[in-house]
């Protein structure tokens, strides 16, 4: 007998006693993935060797019915189980003990995350479920199978770790010499030595140039995309689902930001600029990391549209124009349209902190403005205290406003001649956009009309197709030509003979230019900011300082008076001595406002306007000089009778107040005494005795009545 056929495989001898009936009844599952769709379409000797495993099924005893192939996950990492709608379902059949064998050419195909795998091998095990990979046949139930299996999947990870380091490495390696090749934004192009430089197209580098310059003089991301939205310009783009392709479109707020915060731009290659972070059950988040914390940053390393100096001065005019404001880091956002003039540049003089604005709509039917105060607010939000001091608004403005126009009225004419040029400058960067956008579309049209032309007139269907699109080319040239033709028009209106003339009689008077009503609230915030770098208000009783601090340093000091309170302000309470001590003679006997005017007025006083004296002046003198008014006065007059409030006497007597009307308006046992005074009713109540109340009330015998006991 031959020995060697007597010799039998170690795989075959554990399957006759691993694999048994109840196993053979349940399904059997083969789970294929690749990591990458790359992997999928080269890589197809391992996706059949995969496919493969349903022979090895069929060997241990399924038949073609019982045996279920998975492939959902076909060019997905097995990092997180997550997304592999595949890999979930088959935990699902397992769990449900659906699943007699789950069969994988490899512990890495299964999955890549130790967590992951470790589950599916208890899950295993509570459903007595068995694993098979190339190497052999596994039941987590028997302990040396599961220490196998888990010291699988512990390598299995380790390895895509690896991997990944070692391409990490290779990466940045080459990033530290500034030689690795990323993805370049547009207006940048690698040439045929694999350097980087300008795009050949002159109106894609024009386009973002013009990005850059509108930047520098708005100041803002926002003002610059609305210029570009007034002006009708559009911006090149190459979305990454038209490889290749560059499209024209007006620009969003995030293109724009885009184009500005890309240090490429700068001619500064880095790497690392964001740090990317997967929960084990979340979303990918990516978060942009400050400069000092790049992994590489080599400035200068290929062309770039501006310095790396500017670059750096742009992300810090966008940060301070971030909405949000933190103490300490001196926020100057883009002016805004609102009445305050100091918009976001006061500070607290006490307590040096940020002050905010507050607005009060107009009030047309109470004949009222709008009005702003500017409010120190920090005391409430901090301590929970009062406001530390409220100025108003247009009283501090005026006083700015003044001392704007007296400083820049000496060098308007050089103020205004610059803010014409800029307008002219604006007009041609817009006109030379929309020329190379018309230049770029006429090419288009062109090359329809020659594949118009050159095809065979028997193909009708191409015929038609080509000629369409011919038609639509010159349809879309025609209306940016007649786009164009408009904008001239209008800025030729604009900017005419007899508008500079106006321009130059009005710089001979900034105060007409500055008080305009052409003049926008936003234009005057961005007048103030050249000059004035922030201003500090502080409030002593009805006096305010204002401290101006010049850019550069310089500082000056403006007082201000603030208005006062309406009873501060009586125009008509009389200055003279005599009057004065004869009101307070008939205010002291007792006598009202009407008849102490009619009084004043039998006796030839006048008040300080020389007018007849009226009740209603009387009540302003008491106000003024800050005398008892009449109610309190007959009040007191009643106290000393022995009169007292409703809500006194009920506390005295233990009753409800209800009650206590009840027994007044039935006149047992409470005396009520009423007086008018304006628009109210005072009404004082007093307590009789009991004798007298029954002398009152012939049918009061009720002397446990609660309002008469004592």
Not at 349 to 362: K, Q
Not at 630 to 651: D, F, P
Not at 663 to 689: C, D, P, Q, W
Request: hydrophobic share 35%; proline share 4%; aromatic share 8%.
């Amino acid at each position: 007998m031959n020995t060697q056929s007597q010799k039998s495989d170690p795989s075959e001898v554990a399957t006759s006693f691993k694999v048994a009936e109840h196993h053979r009844r349940r399904e059997a599952c083969i789970y294929i993935r690749q990591s990458s769709q790359k992997q999928v379409i080269n890589h197809t000797e391992s996706t059949r060797r995969q496919y493969d495993l349903r022979e090895r099924a069929n060997a241990l005893g399924w038949p073609d019915e019982r045996i279920r192939t998975i492939d959902d996950d076909q060019g997905l990492s097995g990092e997180h189980s997550d997304n592999r709608s595949g890999f979930c379902d088959l935990m699902d059949r397992v769990v449900a003990g659906k699943v007699g064998i789950v069969l994988s050419l490899e512990v890495s195909r299964l999955c890549r995350n130790a967590a992951d795998w470790q589950r599916l091998i208890q899950m295993a095990a509570y459903s007595d479920t068995l694993l098979l990979d190339e190497d052999g046949l596994y039941d987590p139930n028997v302990g040396n199978d599961r220490l196998l299996l888990g010291f699988k999947g512990a390598l299995s990870e380790y390895e895509m770790q690896s991997i990944r380091a070692r391409l990490l490495g290779g990466q940045r390696s080459k990033a530290r010499r500034g030689e690795l090749k990323l993805r370049l934004p547009l207006g940048l192009v690698y040439n045929d030595r694999d350097e980087v430089a300008f795009d050949p197209d002159g109106a894609i580098v024009e386009a973002v140039s013009q990005v850059f310059a509108t930047f520098r003089r708005t100041g803002s991301a926002m003002q610059t995309l609305k210029w570009y939205r007034q002006n009708a310009v559009r911006l090149p783009t190459r979305p990454y689902a038209i490889k290749g392709e560059v499209v024209w479109a007006v620009p969003l707020h995030s293109h724009i930001l885009a184009i500005i915060c890309n240090p490429r731009y700068a001619g500064c290659f880095v790497y690392g600029r964001t740090q990317t972070r997967k929960p084990p059950n979340g979303k990918v988040k990516h978060r942009n990391l400050s400069i000092k914390d790049w992994q590489v940053c080599i400035p200068e390393a290929h062309p770039g549209y501006l310095d790396w100096d500017e670059y750096r001065r742009n992300q810090e005019t966008l940060k301070k124009n971030y909405a949000s404001f933190q103490p300490g880091e001196g926020r100057q956002p883009t002016p805004r349209s609102g009445l305050a003039l100091l918009q976001s540049r006061v500070s607290c003089g006490h307590c040096v902190h940020r002050m905010s604005r507050h607005y009060c709509p107009a009030q047309p039917n109470r004949n009222q403005k709008a009005r702003w105060y500017y409010h120190c607010k920090q005391n409430i939000v901090r301590q929970g205290t009062r406001t530390c001091q409220s100025l108003g608004g247009p009283e501090v403005d005026a006083a700015v406003s003044n001392f704007m126009v007296a400083a820049m009225n000496e060098k308007n004419l050089a103020l205004t001649i610059a803010v014409h040029e800029q307008v002219r400058a604006d007009y041609a960067a817009a006109d030379r956009q929309h020329a190379n956008q018309i230049e770029a579309l006429r090419t288009e049209a062109d090359t329809a009309r020659r594949r118009y032309l050159a095809v065979t007139p028997s193909n009708c269907q191409v015929v038609a197709t080509l000629e369409a699109e011919w038609n639509t080319r010159l349809e879309t040239l025609a209306r940016a030509v007649a786009e164009r033709e408009r904008l001239t028009k209008l800025h030729e209106q604009f900017i005419s003979a007899e508008h500079d003339q106006r321009i130059l009689e009005l710089t001979h008077d900034f105060n007409r230019v500055w008080n305009a009503p052409t003049t926008s609230q936003v234009d005057r915030k961005r007048l103030l900011a050249l000059l004035i770098e922030d201003v500090t208000l502080t409030r002593e009783n009805y006096r305010a300082t204002v401290g101006l601090r010049w850019r550069g340093g310089k500082t000056h000091t403006l007082q201000i008076d603030l208005p006062k309170p309406f009873c501060f302000n009586r125009q008509h309470v009389p200055r003279d001595e005599p009057t004065k001590l004869e009101i307070k003679e008939l205010v002291d006997q007792g006598h009202d406002n009407r008849t102490i005017a009619k009084e004043l007025n039998r006796r030839g006083r006048k008040d300080a306007q020389g007018d007849d004296f009226l009740a209603r002046r009387v009540q302003d003198c008491r106000y003024y000089w800050k005398w008892p008014s009449c109610t309190q006065i007959h009040r007191a007059k009643l106290r000393e009778q022995g009169y007292v409030s409703e809500l006194e006497l009920a506390a005295i007597l233990k009753v409800d107040p209800t009650t206590l009307r009840q027994r007044a308006h039935r006149g047992r046992g409470i005396e009520v005494n009423r007086f008018k005074v304006g628009l109210r009713n005072i009404t004082m109540y007093r307590e009789l005795s009991q004798e007298s109340d029954e002398n009152h009330d012939p049918d009061f015998s009720c002397p446990s009545d609660p309002v008469m006991s004592p």
